[in-house]
């Protein structure tokens, strides 16, 4: 017997999801996917000067908190033809890392590990027990039976006073969860560091752009100027307090978060089977230049596609080529001029809001017809996924040593073959691998900054091409990067010295989108497909594949009685989709 479930709102995300799924004898054999807010920043961005527009565009998250600025920035520097110095690549780099280690710590231990642990099964936990655990598996010094027993009360607290404040709402009980009461006090001690510990490194974005959120950035590199001896530019304290920022988020990914994680991992490996999108297909387009961004080779985060699941062969990306990636609406709320069932090129998109959705109350999207404010993207007709499973398959499907040797270990000690790495587990397991190369090469990516302050290297921005009336009548450039939640660009056309057109094609976009003309489903509503559900009244199973690709969408809000009659509209500009 069939029966179609709701999760609206999906929670424990940046903003807003909605997911519809159905269920025959015990399993998902449809899902759809709807993001039910708009996105315009595009809109509010034409006419605009292009040095300015990154501003603009980097408030479409409040999460996403860089990416956006640099992909913006990245656009306009391409049209222009302008190559920054390598400082403020460093310093992108820098800033890039810090925001990627902060967001995957986030999302593993305040968005994701709720989906597998029980806070309610530490009170049965046995304080020695977790400290001989913890002490077994990293040399953190908060490990003794004290500190555990300190954690349990604290719990205990919440639960006896009948509000579990940030742990109420949970699936607690649920027969999915299988952790052993210790594991579950390891980890809720641990939540509760890391919501200390991610407010830290985020001061890096603070030093290095002046405030955070959004920090300020620069077309032609960063705006924070060296000045060793001027307390009011970028000196010796501020660099020294960098150096302390990302030496201690090294030592919480190595001895909590990596542990931590495969920890959890072992009591969950039949989920190396539950979740892989179906196509198996992953996308990358590179990032973390070790020399001048555009030499793809120089790339930390390699560039490439895997097709088919065949993890012996990368595929090459050019973002450039308007053959290559496209756009579909035929599923999404907006029109294209050309016909819905047509694909865009970003040089060539457009942003034509059409909604012809249902209003709230309603039972089911009409999948039917239009149903998400996402869009389709495409790359060669393909369905693609993006994000840390797909740098690191590409990363170690060619080869790159540090991949081959982090994921390696990892399969080892889980004792779970590399075909688990395509699934709910596998690109959770990934998200924390790739955080352990990041505390490598923050650390690294410093060192080098440093070394070419002390060869007398202290240029930070190149305004060669800042005066407008030295550039083309026409120009077009596109920005991309590796965002946390995957492959981000942002493609820009300038005439007149004004942004003609622009469009940005975001990580969750690829993942979240309906289908597209052909029928095929993006990554979100294909890694449902299959996966068990044992209570359709608290699905928690659903919610693990969905939180494993870390969604994040947002923003403009309609705002509805009971009855489906609009009392208050709000626009705010823009989505996220990071």
Request: net charge negative; hydrophobic share 40%.
């Amino acid at each position: 017997m069939a029966n179609r479930i709701v999760i609206d709102p999906i929670t424990r995300i940046e903003g807003h999801l909605r997911v519809e799924a159905k269920i025959e004898d015990g399993k998902v054999v449809d899902a759809y996917c709807s993001s039910t807010m708009v996105r315009g920043m595009e809109k509010i961005v034409e006419g605009r000067d292009p040095r300015d527009v990154w501003a603009f565009v980097q408030r479409t998250c409040g999460v996403c908190t860089t990416v956006h600025a640099i992909a913006s920035i990245r656009s306009v520097e391409d049209a222009l033809g302008i190559v920054i110095p390598p400082n403020a690549e460093l310093a992108r780099n820098i800033v890039t890392i810090s925001h990627a280690m902060q967001d995957h710590v986030v999302h593993f231990y305040h968005l994701h590990a709720l989906d597998w642990v029980d806070i309610t099964q530490v009170l049965n936990a046995d304080p020695k027990a977790t400290s001989a655990l913890a002490q077994s598996i990293s040399k953190w010094p908060k490990s003794s039976p004290g500190y555990f027993s300190d954690v349990k009360k604290r719990i205990k607290k919440f639960v006896d006073s009948g509000q579990l404040g940030i742990f109420a709402k949970g699936y607690w009980g649920h027969p999915a969860m299988k952790l052993p009461a210790e594991v579950n006090l390891l980890a809720v001690a641990h939540y509760l560091e890391a919501l200390e510990w991610q407010k830290e490194i985020v001061k890096v974005h603070t030093i290095l752009g002046g405030k955070n959120p959004h920090p300020h950035f620069l077309v032609g590199g960063m705006a924070s100027a060296l000045n060793l001896k001027d307390a009011g530019g970028l000196n010796i304290e501020k660099l020294a307090y960098i150096s302390k920022l990302l030496k201690e988020a090294h030592t919480f990914v190595n001895e909590v978060y990596i542990p931590d994680l495969l920890a959890i991992a072992s009591f969950y490996k039949d989920w190396g089977a539950i979740g892989g999108n179906k196509f198996n297909n992953y996308l990358s387009y590179g990032d973390l230049p070790t020399g001048n961004y555009g030499n793809t080779d120089s790339y930390k985060w390699p560039q490439g596609v895997i097709l088919n699941g065949d993890l012996t062969k990368v595929h090459p990306v050019d973002l450039e080529n308007t053959s290559e990636i496209q756009e579909f609406v035929n599923k999404s709320w907006y029109d294209y001029t050309a016909g819905d069932d047509a694909g865009l090129h970003p040089y060539d998109g457009e942003t034509n809001i059409h909604y012809s959705g249902p209003k709230p109350p309603y039972e089911h999207l009409d999948v039917d017809k239009k149903y998400s404010f996402v869009k389709t993207p495409r790359w060669q007709g393909k369905p693609m996924e993006v994000g840390p499973l797909s740098r690191m398959l590409i990363g170690y499907v060619k080869g790159i040593p540090e991949y081959k040797e982090i994921v390696d270990y990892a399969l080892k000690t889980l004792d779970v073959p590399v075909a688990a790495l395509l699934s709910t587990l596998g690109r959770t397991a990934a998200r924390g691998l790739e955080t352990k190369l990041l505390a490598d090469w923050g650390l690294e990516f410093f060192d080098q900054l440093l070394a070419n302050i002390k060869g007398g290297d202290t240029r930070m921005a190149n305004t060669e091409k800042w005066d407008p009336t030295t550039w083309p009548a026409e120009a077009k450039g596109v920005g991309y990067m590796e965002a946390p939640r995957g492959g981000l660009a942002h493609w820009i056309k300038i005439k007149d010295r004004k942004t003609e057109n622009y469009q940005m094609v975001v990580p969750t976009t690829w993942n979240a989108g309906p289908r597209d003309p052909k029928g095929q489903m993006s990554a979100y509503e294909s890694a449902l497909i299959g996966t068990p559900i044992a209570d359709p009244n608290n699905p928690v199973e659903i919610l693990r594949t969905v939180h494993s690709f870390d969604p994040c969408l947002a923003c403009a809000v309609h705002l509805y009685d009971e009855h489906g009659k609009n009392i208050s509209q709000i626009q705010i500009g823009g989505a996220c989709s990071i």
